[in-house]
Each structure stands twice: as structure tokens, then as C-alpha cells.
């Protein structure tokens, strides 16, 4: 079993920068996907940024590309979200999430393991 903490979330304006850390605790192995979604009030959760422990292959989703980096830490087991030219359209919870399997995916449905969110709001 693995449990999910993030942290980093806060006030940005747009433009800014933010620093999303997620560390897991638990049995992990090397070899689970760790990813970022996101979710705005009145919408669905939504895929962010993936990231393979194993091979550290990463996935963007097409807002995020170009803008943030996702990255990890295995001794520390954790994984990072660096969020720079943020928007105000970024404004959302961001969740933590782990893959129990090989691989990664980018639909929340291949995830067993959530953190509890973090709050992220970017004013105009």
C-alpha cells in the first residue's frame, strides 16, 4: 500500500511559478508510474504530467507542455511538479497520483493511490 501527501499548493499571479512535491510512504517500487491531475470546480479531474520511476520517460499533457516539469527523487520518493508561466486557467486542485503497475497512463482510472490535493489559484 502506498499513502500520497502533497504539498506546495498556494497563491500565484499570472506569470508566476509554483512548486508541487508529492512523497509516498509505503511499499513503492521503482517501477510505478507517479502523475498530476487536476481538477476545477464544476469540472472533471483532468490529466496533468506523468512520470516513470523506472525510466523517468514523462508525458505532458498539451497545456501543461512547455510550461511545467514534472520530476522525481527516488531515495526520497518523491515527485515534483515545477509550474512556471502559470494562468489563471490553471487554478485547480492538484492531485498526486501512483500507478501499481508497470507503466504509467494518463487516464485517472489507471491510478490506485490519491493524495488529497493541494490548492492551487493563479489571479489575472
Known amino acids: 500500500q502506498v499513502q500520497l501527501v502533497e504539498s506546495g499548493g498556494g497563491l500565484a499571479q499570472a506569470g508566476g511559478s509554483l512548486r508541487l512535491s508529492c512523497v509516498a510512504s509505503?511499499?513503492?517500487?521503482?517501477?510505478?508510474?507517479m502523475a498530476w491531475f487536476r481538477q476545477a470546480p464544476g469540472k472533471e479531474r483532468e490529466f496533468v504530467a506523468v512520470?516513470?520511476?523506472?525510466?523517468?520517460?514523462?508525458v505532458y499533457s498539451d497545456s501543461a507542455k512547455g510550461r511545467f516539469t514534472i520530476s522525481r527523487d527516488n531515495a526520497k520518493n518523491t515527485v515534483y511538479l515545477q509550474m512556471d508561466s502559470l494562468k489563471p486557467e490553471d487554478t485547480a486542485v492538484y492531485y498526486c497520483a501512483a500507478r501499481s503497475v508497470g507503466g504509467y497512463s494518463v487516464d485517472e482510472i489507471g491510478y490506485q493511490y490519491w493524495g488529497q490535493g493541494t490548492q492551487v489559484t493563479v489571479s489575472a
Open positions: 509505503g511499499r513503492t517500487f521503482s517501477s510505478y508510474g
Open positions: 512520470i516513470t520511476w523506472n525510466g523517468g520517460a514523462t
